[in-house]
T-cell receptor, first 112, second 111 residues
Framework: EAGVTQFPSHSVIEKGQTVTLRCDPI?????LYWYRRVMGKEIKFLLH????????ESGMPNNRFLAERTGGTYSTLKVQPAELEDSGVYFC??????????FGQGTRLTVV | GENVEQHPSTLSVQEGDSAVIKCTYS??????FPWYKQELGKRPQLIID?????GEKKDQRIAVTLNKTAKHFSLHITETQPEDSAVYFC??????????FGKGTTLSVSS
């Protein structure tokens, strides 16, 4: 069974540019989550999808972040325009049942 | 919302010793209690979890104990090895909601 995959693994962009991160969850997992870890600190919740619907987006920091999950399959997280404080590792996770979430390898975003 | 605290934030032990990390939470509706391990540069990985109808679960050298009344659960690692060195996160949750992670505990096992 393929795990959660994320693209790209690394991204370096300039302040003001746009970046789109992609997450492919484990097939059949209705729940998809985005998290961010900044400067090796805590894992901060951003957003939770159930199929194509946003169940909880209370962790999204501001309107520069836009997440979508087309057809309830893969998800994208767009940052536009990127700011320096957006740098960090963005993790995606998916789960089928309550809890038991499996993480992707993360996308390391560096905004310079 | 859920308020999660982990203690200690850092823990250093000698190889072969035991390590215990405690997680307290605020939401009495939480019914799922996992622990994740994140090694440097890698993804968080689920290492053990427990549901609210069980008080303790063990898997080889690791165990999780739950005290729902006091709203805390703990990770126990026995006979620690250098490869246990990592950041450990608790993430209590419930049906229909996302996991909210604690701030992490950095465990260092020296040989």
């Amino acid at each position: 069974e393929a795990g959660v995959t994320q693209f790209p693994s690394h991204s370096v962009i300039e302040k003001g540019q746009t970046v789109t991160l992609r997450c492919d969850p484990i097939s059949g997992h209705d729940n998809l989550y985005w998290y961010r870890r900044v400067m090796g600190k805590e894992i901060k919740f951003l957003l939770h999808f159930v199929k194509e619907s946003k169940q909880d987006e209370s962790g999204m920091p501001n309107n520069r972040f836009l997440a979508e999950r087309t057809g309830g399959t893969y998800s994208t997280l767009k940052v536009q325009p990127a700011e320096l404080e957006d740098s960090g590792v963005y993790f995606c996770a998916s789960s089928q049942e309550v809890g038991r979430a499996f993480f992707g390898q993360g996308t390391r975003l560096t905004v310079v | 919302g859920e308020n999660v605290e982990q203690h200690p934030s850092t823990l250093s032990v000698q190889e072969g010793d035991s390590a215990v990390i405690k997680c307290t939470y605020s939401d009495s509706a939480s019914n799922y209690f996992p622990w994740y391990k994140q090694e440097l540069g890698k993804r968080p990985q689920l290492i053990i979890d427990i549901r609210s109808n069980v008080g303790e679960k063990k898997d080889q050298r690791i165990a999780v104990t739950l005290n729902k009344t006091a709203k805390h659960f703990s990770l126990h690692i026995t006979e620690t090895q250098p490869e246990d060195s990592a950041v450990y996160f608790c993430a209590p949750g419930q049906a229909g909601t996302a996991l909210i992670f604690g701030k992490g505990t950095t465990l260092s096992v020296s040989s």
